[in-house]
């Protein structure tokens, strides 16, 4: 097994207040980021420098979604509104008010060109990306739903709530299929194994669970960190994932056996975060990972096998 290193490339500053949302760019080496600041940001990873302000936002920001093969990205805010903005033209494309509470997740389906909404009414909605109207909606929870997952043939969906519930819908006419209690605290992370036949979940029970889509019966489960998982990030193409906490570390571990493969923290002797980490991305070489958090700033991490 390659011996894996993960260095700090660079440290990003500029965020005035906690970063929530990483997102990555439409151009090469770009990528975006958002949070209680009154605007979404766009870096650039080749000179690791502050590029632009997309574009200026009325309240938090708690999700980015560039929305595949376009230029338009979503961004979620507080006040339940979902602004389209054309990242080419930075242009304003559709202003969706969709509802009048917090909205915390997106998820593209590309072959139906749809955006499903979800946020802390529990109830998911379906709009058209052409028209940008609403299509459909469904209640999932009587509860907060902060994390959506798409499978990745795109023939289900799966959504995380504050009870610590998983609810499996079909992605093709959204009829409900399952749901099962996972953790006993919010679910703040949910993702797709890359074999798709397993969820993975993480709560603020700080414990991640492995279940299986086709009955969502757990078939492992561990604790990751000391506090809240609040993202699970598979490599693009080597087999690992990264978590990140609020405990201020992220871990990569391997997708086959959920060995620990490295961790890193302050505790460790790296310049990483001093604050709960929020967020984090891959690069699409996979090159880098980014972090933010809490502390206001961005790291950028590369990922060394040797």
Known sequence: ??????????????????????????????????????????????????????CAVSSSIYALHLIPNTSFLAIALREGKVMIVDVENQKLIASIQVSKKAIFALQSIPTKNELVVVGEDGIASVWCLTDYKKIYEFAISSNTIRTIALSHDQKKIAFGDKNGDIFLFSAEDFHFLLANQKHTMPITSLIFSRSGLELLSGARDAALKISDVATLKEQHGFVPHMFTVYGIYPHPSYPVFATVSRDKSFKIWDEETYALRKTVSRDKFYDSHTLSINTGLWTTSGKYFLTAGDDKLIKVWEMKLS
């Open 1 to 54: 097994m390659d011996t894996l290193e993960m260095e700090l490339a660079a440290t990003l500053t500029g965020h005035q207040n906690p970063i929530f949302a990483l997102e990555r760019g439409y151009f090469t080496n770009t990528f975006f980021s958002g949070g209680n600041d009154k605007g979404v940001v766009e870096w650039d990873l080749q000179t690791k420098s502050f590029k632009r302000i997309l």
